[in-house]
């Protein structure tokens, strides 16, 4: 379980960070979609990123450089779109930035915080590196643990039916045991065959006790479900 714990808990850490990357343009990480040239920052100009619907892209190419004073004109670049939003860049002064994001917003433009470092991409490209290799080692180490693992459990299952249906026969027939135990594989087409000749076999009177409802009346409520059986029956399903 411990195997299975730690390999769940990279797994989750993984999906987180591919969700993060791969959801809207509304939430997503927009470190791997933007380049260094894409960013202009001096001691006057910022470089701002907005997310746009992609409906009103003709909008806010027409109206970006107006939205405020101070924007650098033809500044806006698309850098990526998705199937709902577009994502662009535009340059302007840095004292008017704030005025920019509250105009912007009120015409239905979203304007993303992002500061881009080389060094903090390079920190998470390192730890998704680092994710998938654990996660590698992780399932292998628990394919091979299973693979050992298996051949024990499943001779312990078997184990335990064979105790159950030793049970069950003692409890139907009664002692001294006398009854023979075997393992039939039948096809799906060749059930209702086997267990015909089955119940031949247990020819007796009470037989009739243990049919179903079905094939007896209402009286075969008496003897169990609708599964039961003349003689002891216990399937076991390997798929």
């Known amino acids: 379980m411990v195997r299975v714990a730690e390999y769940n808990n990279v797994r989750s850490q993984l999906n987180a960070i591919n969700r993060k990357q791969s959801g809207s343009l509304a939430v997503r990480d927009l470190s791997s ?13 910022v470089t701002l990123l907005a997310i746009v619907p ?3 892209q003709k909008d806010w190419l027409a109206n970006y450089e107006t939205l405020t004073n101070y924007v650098v004109p033809r500044s806006s670049k698309l850098l990526y779109e998705d199937n709902e939003y577009a994502l662009y860049t535009v340059t ?5 930035a704030d005025n ?12 993303r915080d992002f500061e881009y470092s080389s060094e903090a991409q390079e920190s998470r490209k390192q730890e998704l590196d680092r994710l998938v290799h654990d996660q590698d080692n992780l399932r292998s180490s628990l394919l091979q643990w299973c693979y050992t693992s298996y051949g024990e459990v499943f001779s312990s299952w078997m184990h335990f039916c064979a105790v ?9 027939y009664g002692l001294p045991p006398s009854f023979l135990a075997c393992v039939l594989a039948p096809s799906a087409k060749g059930e209702k065959k086997v ?14 006790f243990w049919n179903s409802e079905e094939e007896v009346g209402p009286m075969a409520g008496l003897g169990g479900d609708a599964d ?7 399937t076991i399903n390997l798929i």
Do not use: N
Request: proline share 3%; charged share 25%.
């Open 33 to 45: 979609l933007v380049k260094p040239e894409d960013i202009i920052t001096s001691e006057h100009l």
């Open 54 to 56: 992609k409906y009103s």
């Open 92 to 96: 302007l002064f840095g004292r008017v």
């Open 100 to 111: 920019f994001r509250t105009a912007a917003r009120e015409k239905g433009f979203q304007i």
């Open 164 to 172: 159950r249906v030793f049970a069950e026969s003692i409890l139907r």
């Open 195 to 208: 267990r015909s000749i089955l119940e031949e076999l247990c020819d007796s009177t009470h037989s009739t």
């Open 228 to 234: 039961a059986h003349p003689y002891v029956s216990f």
